[in-house]
């Protein structure tokens, strides 16, 4: 059974930085990109970036490019989502996904930034 | 970027009525359009790919249509589950993007 399981929930004060892991379960941890989505309360979707876990590539939209880094362990089959200089704009449900057409997510991370 | 446009922002329809959803881009995306559900608490949820491609287990009372820059999802009969919003993405150019969401509810 696919799984992307993601980390706790954060809490952050402005001028911090987070780390969100996701693990994947249930499929060869290469064969798919992997997307960083995220939903600040009571809006819609946003699409962050991405990383090819089989050879590290990234690419970040541009809104995020000068504080987001992904990275990814492919031994443990986990990818990272580091997010830089939190303001409480970035207040957000933070989601993975995976897999053909983003068919698989995970189950969010929800992250607070409050002084 | 490429942006798409839902409308209508809410539609309020009852049970065992016709949905009819649109989600239009500001670029032609050819046919690499999705369509996502999301209730609320849970991630959201693929339910048509490449603009008519049923996902898995998704039911056949729902539908995609278009290319180019329009698209139409339909929920031919409304279940009492299928009241969520909806969203339309586009994987046609990086960076992917979402449509801002159709909430369909109950009248």
């Known amino acids: 059974q696919v799984q992307l399981v993601q980390s706790g929930t954060e809490v952050k004060t402005p001028g911090a930085s987070v780390k969100v892991s996701c693990k994947a379960f249930g499929y060869p941890f290469n064969s798919y990109g992997i997307n960083w989505v995220r939903q600040a309360p009571g809006q819609g979707l946003e699409w962050m970036g991405l990383?090819?876990?089989?050879?590290?590539?990234?690419k970040y939209a541009q809104n995020f490019q000068d504080r987001v880094t992904m990275t990814r362990n492919s031994l443990t089959s986990t990818a990272y989502m580091e997010l830089r200089s939190l303001t409480s704009d970035d207040t957000a449900v933070y989601y993975c996904?995976?897999?053909?057409?983003?068919?698989?997510w995970g189950q969010g991370t929800l992250v607070r930034v409050s002084s | 970027e490429i942006v798409l446009t839902q409308s209508p922002a809410t539609l309020s329809l009852s049970p065992g009525e016709r949905a009819t959803l649109s989600c239009r881009a500001s670029q032609n995306v050819s046919g690499y359009l999705a369509w996502f559900q999301q209730k609320p608490g849970q991630p959201p949820r693929l339910l048509m790919y490449?603009?008519?491609k049923r996902a898995t287990d998704i039911p056949g009372r729902f539908s995609g249509s278009g290319s180019g820059t329009e698209f139409a999802l339909s929920i031919s009969s409304l279940e009492p589950e299928d009241f969520a919003v909806y969203y339309c993405q586009q994987r046609s150019t990086l960076p992917k993007t979402f449509g801002q969401g159709t909430k369909l509810e109950i009248k």
């Open positions: 990383i090819n876990p089989l050879n590290g590539n990234t």
């Open positions: 996904a995976s897999g053909n057409y983003d068919a698989y």
């Open positions: 490449d603009a008519s």
